[in-house]
């Protein structure tokens, strides 16, 4: 990534329940899933430009076994002084992944431990 460019902590969705079996329950996500990063830009970034944004990507495919994965992948994005307008196609997607992040309790929410 550029100097000139951050990427904040990534947001994960709330994983699902999976029962694999009656007596196995695991916590996971089915068919895909979206993480958000925010991204930060210094204000010496110079504007009307690209960037390579990459990351290196391990999953793990479960079904009946489980099979390990990595990636490396990478994407070249225009750098904008503006904000862009929302793309119709990927704008739901981007809300539904919004609304399915954690939110963090209620302040007056009882809580026990024991």
Known sequence: MPAD???GPMEWPAPRRLE??????DFGYEDAVMLIAPMH???SVIAERSARLGAEVTVLVCREICLSSKAQLSLILPIKLRQPEPHA???ALFDATRKSLPR??????RRMFS
């Open 89 to 91: 196609r990927t704008s």
């Open 41 to 43: 830009a210094d204000t």
């Open 20 to 25: 694999t079996s009656p007596n196995i329950v």
């Open 5 to 7: 460019l951050s990427a």
């Open 104 to 109: 963090p309790a209620r302040r007056d929410w």
